[in-house]
């Protein structure tokens, strides 16, 4: 089993730029798939970032491509998702997942791959 945490949030006008850390326990954390999702007030959590097992595979939703990027360091069982030209729109709840299974899956970008979440950290972005 994971447990992961979020860390980093915080307030920044647009245009700036954070980095959020997500830090997760146990042994097998190199195994395990993370992602991003975020929550605006009044919508439904929608998909952020996502990066595979194995560090080679990243996968974005067509809004913050080219300004997010997503990280991992396996030797400090932490996944980054650092955020750059923000935007208002970009305001909202973000959290941290870990994927149900071990390895390879086939729907990163949904959430129903996801069995273990962070609390999540607020970003707020003013204009």
């Known amino acids: 089993q994971v447990q992961v945490g979020e860390s980093g949030g915080g307030l920044v006008q647009a245009g700036g730029s954070l980095r959020l850390s997500c830090a997760a326990s146990g042994r097998t954390f190199s195994s395990y798939n993370m992602g991003w999702f975020r929550q605006a007030p009044g919508k439904e959590r929608e998909f952020v970032a996502a990066?595979?097992?194995?560090?080679?595979?990243?996968y974005y939703t067509d809004s913050v491509k080219g300004r997010f990027t997503i990280s991992r360091d396996d030797a400090k069982n932490t996944v980054y998702l650092q955020m750059n030209s923000l935007k208002p729109e970009d305001t909202a709840v973000y959290y941290c997942?870990?994927?149900?299974?071990?390895?390879?899956?086939?729907?990163?970008?949904?959430?129903?791959?996801?069995?273990?979440w962070g609390q999540g950290t607020q970003v707020t972005v003013s204009s």
């Open positions: 997942a870990a994927s149900a299974t071990r390895w390879r899956i086939p729907s990163p970008r949904n959430s129903y791959e996801y069995a273990y």
């Open positions: 990066i595979d097992w194995s560090g080679t595979s990243t």
